[in-house]
């Protein structure tokens, strides 16, 4: 079976600088998913993380302080062992031009905040099982 709790545990990158919306992200994945998360509270912190470490999905803010999700991003997709790890943005930011973009620049997936439980849940999951096929 496909079902992420039944694969081996898989790990997630958390992006955020407000320190509430980590925590609570974290426990939505850790307990609906089973999955071991990394936390980062700046670009600079998510830029060290992903430079080092190839996870199974990452979770991105969008407005954060220095160069934003935006530039972690692009960042992650020019020169990390993220280069084909599912993106998914989660933002406050709704307008279809920064979705857009966010898209052109690398990102698999955009939730909007406030995150609901199922559509995180759902979308990882996916996200996840899409990296998994086999590519033809």
């Known amino acids: 079976m496909n079902d992420i709790k039944q694969a081996s545990r898989h790990r997630m990158l958390i992006v955020d600088d407000e320190e509430g919306t980590r925590l609570l992200i974290a ?3 850790t307990n609906d998913l089973e999955v071991e998360v990394m936390l980062a509270g700046t670009c600079e912190q998510a ?3 992903g430079g080092s470490f190839a996870y199974d999905a990452i979770l991105l803010d969008l407005m ?3 160069i934003g999700g935006l530039g972690v991003l692009k960042e992650l997709r020019a020169n990390s062992p993220n280069l084909a790890t599912p993106i998914i943005i989660v933002s406050m930011l709704s307008e279809p031009e920064m979705i857009d973009r966010c898209m052109k620049a690398g990102a698999t997936a955009y939730i909007i905040k406030p995150v609901e439980r199922n559509t ?5 999951k996916a996200q996840i099982a899409g990296r998994s096929r086999p590519r033809t």
């Open 27 to 29: 426990r939505i994945v």
């Open 47 to 49: 830029l060290r993380l």
């Open 64 to 66: 954060m302080p220095g």
């Open 120 to 124: 995180l849940a759902s979308t990882i």
